[in-house]
């Protein structure tokens, strides 16, 4: 990719799956990462992806959800890196539950990780890049369900659809600013949160039978979509999201002729 090399990136949720492997990309660009990692249990990983990469870097420890950390997250890594260029907003959390028995704590916990602390992310590098020369970038981790429903996860699907309008609007509001906002939305994905099913070999033939493609993607597959969204290849390219799905998006119930 052009224009990665000597970025000072952030990616929020990295120690592991999505994040580590787009933490991994864009160090293998040259750019510069900074890691957030959650809670005190994840600092390890963190600091293990930091040192595979080639310690180019930094970890920082925030919840996105907290307003206080997430000026703290932008504030510590423009301190060590000098300037952010690129925000990769991919921590999200989803908890399953039928929707007549969600809890209004694990609703509300569910938007304030994955709609409230991208916008918070977004709103305080959208700042940084106003302060200064050059704009800046940001690419957003959604989902297949930013489109397709998805039943007995209704404040997931509801986060995903929120970031599908969050991106539209900030990527219109400051495309005249040198700052372009898109989105990644992952189809099923080989990482240790999806473990009960790829660890399954039963399970996970069921799951890739609804793929068109036949097969869940790895992780650096997704990340070389936010490394191409990043970059200078994608510069003419603001408010869309990518789906990376293997053809989930592509209405699959319809590849035979059932309806007609």
């Not at 930013?146 to 659809?161: D, H, N, R, T």
Request: glycine content about 10%; charged content about 15%.
């Amino acid at each position: 990719m052009t224009g990665l090399s000597g970025k000072q990136v952030l990616i929020t949720g990295a120690s592991s799956g999505i994040g580590a492997a787009v933490a991994a990309r864009f160090a293998h660009e040259g750019a510069r990462v900074a890691i957030n990692y959650r809670s005190p249990s994840e600092k390890e990983d963190a600091r293990l992806l930091l040192s595979e990469i080639g310690g180019n870097g930094l970890i920082l420890q925030a919840d996105i959800s907290n307003e206080a950390d997430v000026h703290s997250l932008i504030a510590g890594t423009i301190a060590e890196c000098g300037r952010l260029d690129i925000l990769i907003n991919n921590a999200g959390i989803q908890k399953p539950s039928p929707s007549h028995l969600i809890a209004m704590e694990d609703f509300d916990h569910v938007l304030n990780v994955n709609l409230r602390g991208t916008f918070l992310c977004c709103r305080e590098a959208i700042r940084h890049f106003l302060s200064r020369p050059g704009g800046g970038v940001i690419v957003n981790n959604t989902s297949v369900h930013e489109i397709i429903p998805k039943p007995g996860y209704l404040p997931y699907s509801i986060s995903k659809s929120g970031l599908e309008g969050l991106t539209k609007t900030l990527a219109l509001e400051y495309a005249d600013r040198g700052i372009r906002v898109n989105s990644v939305g992952p189809g099923a994905t080989v990482t240790p949160i999806n473990s009960a099913w790829i660890d399954n070999p039963t399970a996970r033939q069921l799951v890739e039978s609804h793929i068109p493609m036949g097969r869940a993607a790895s992780a650096a597959e997704i990340a070389a979509v936010f490394a191409f969204l990043a970059s200078n290849d994608a510069s003419y390219i603001t408010g869309q999201t990518i789906f990376a799905c293997g053809g989930l998006t592509l209405f699959p119930e319809f590849r035979t002729n059932w309806s007609s």
